[in-house]
């Protein structure tokens, strides 16, 4: 309903500055909290805790500095640098750095995502005079004097690794933080898959415990093998996952993480048929997971040996070669992982790969062509279908909205049916 400040001596520990990154779901159905969160900073901002340095008030002072450094005049500076809480520009749900970052020759610099990331998700939330607007600097202002970043983690059906929307966010955002300060924030999850045992996890705790429990674990990944396509898309998804958190922290992801999935994966150190799995059952993503781990090789991430890397390549070249391109932003559109990975094969190999993509490309292309020509043939039959059968977008909603009526009408009367039977009873008890 409401918030009151906490007295220091009751609190028991300094005060804490937060930035929140809402989510898009959380900021449409949840605004009455991020309302109550952003007066909770306002009031405690303006609290005296006697001897106490007061970090809320230090930070709206700092983050005033850096939006007068961007031009923001004094009054609006003073205004802005309070505010905490920030989300989708446009009310939007994701990031934009997604296929940036799965794409690697769409960036060299890590600031390149950063930026992209800030000015995604720099909009304003929490105040509702300011709901969903954006100012020069603002995002960057409120992130000066970040130490940590903490993801909430309260369900067992993801992980750090299995998840890309983790390293979207929390990652995107821990990349800005460096981006913006020039230090490495520490990253954490707050676990409450447990009510009665909430803790504080290391994210590189927890992203090499997820590993070494899952994809790294010949017992799982021995079941994995038995579920087919869906299992190989899976791992794919986790790996490439690892590529992008060596992007967007890279001190969470070490060499001998990426050396053992290697053995995993490429050698088959454990002999589970891995390799033979991905070729029956999903061949484009063993394409694409060996394509992750060369386009880390290429960033500079892992140190790969020059075994590691030309094993790597060839058997990539030799998926390519049996089954064609399955053409992932990693597999075809790299221009420069390409090209590293014609370096490592033979004369008749590159001939073969390159023949490959080359025809997988052409296809790419003349189905976007028609694509294209099927959109305008479209466009200019529009007028002559107004007048059609099928349902449109109108019909459909109109069509819920029934559904509603019909539905409501159908719990107004089983109500009206409790109301006279609970009536009758209380008369014949009576």
């Not at 890279?250 to 033979?276: C, F, N, R």
Request: overall charge negative; charged content about 25%.
């Amino acid at each position: 309903i409401d918030v009151r400040v906490i007295p220091i001596k009751e609190l028991g520990r300094p005060r804490v500055d937060v930035v929140i990154q809402t989510s898009g779901q959380l900021r449409d159905i949840a605004a009455s909290r991020l309302f109550l969160l952003q007066k909770a900073m306002d009031l405690v901002a303006e609290t005296k805790d006697g001897n106490t340095p007061n970090q809320i008030a230090l930070g709206r002072v700092e983050a005033e500095r850096v939006l007068l450094e961007h031009g923001v005049p004094p009054e609006q500076a003073r205004k802005l640098s309070g505010k905490r809480i920030f989300g989708g520009l446009n009310g939007a749900y994701g990031t934009g750095i997604q296929e940036m970052v799965e794409s690697g020759d769409r960036w060299e610099k890590e600031s390149e995502i950063a930026e992209v990331y800030m000015n995604n998700m720099g909009a304003i939330y929490g105040d509702e005079d300011l709901w969903g607007e954006t100012a020069k600097g603002i995002f960057e202002a409120a992130l000066q004097n970040t130490d940590a970043v903490v993801q909430p983690r309260q369900s067992n059906t993801w992980g750090a690794l299995s998840l890309d929307h983790v390293y979207e966010f929390m990652g995107g955002l821990t990349l800005s933080v460096r981006h913006v300060t020039g230090k490495d924030p520490e990253g954490y999850f707050t676990d409450l898959r447990n009510r009665r045992r909430v803790k504080t996890q290391e994210i590189k705790q927890a992203i090499g415990i997820e590993a070494r429990t899952t994809i790294l674990n010949p017992t799982y990944v021995r079941e994995q093998l038995k579920e087919g396509a869906g299992a190989a898309d899976a791992i794919d998804e986790t790996i490439r996952n690892t590529y992008a958190w060596n992007v967007m922290k890279p001190s969470a992801i070490d060499k001998e993480l990426w050396d053992a999935l290697y053995d995993m994966y490429v050698v088959d150190k454990h002999q589970l048929g891995t390799v033979d799995f991905f070729e029956q059952n999903n061949p484009a993503a063993l394409q694409d997971l060996t394509a992750s781990m060369m386009e880390t090789i290429r960033k500079g991430y892992w140190q790969a040996t020059p075994e590691q890397k030309q094993t790597i390549a060839q058997l990539h070249a030799e998926s390519l070669a049996k089954a064609g391109a399955g053409c992932s932003g990693m597999v075809c559109d790299n221009a420069k992982l390409r090209k590293m990975i014609q370096e490592q094969l033979t004369p008749e190999q590159q001939r073969e790969y390159t023949a490959t993509l080359d025809k997988a490309l052409k296809v790419t292309s003349q189905s976007d062509q028609k694509q294209q020509v099927l959109s305008k043939d479209s466009d200019k039959a529009q007028g002559r279908k107004q007048s059609s059968s099928s349902t449109s977008a109108e019909d459909q909603d109109s069509l819920s909205t029934s559904e509603v009526v019909v539905i409501g009408g159908v719990v107004l009367v089983f109500i009206l049916v409790l109301s006279i039977l609970y009536s009758r009873r209380k008369k014949r008890t009576k």
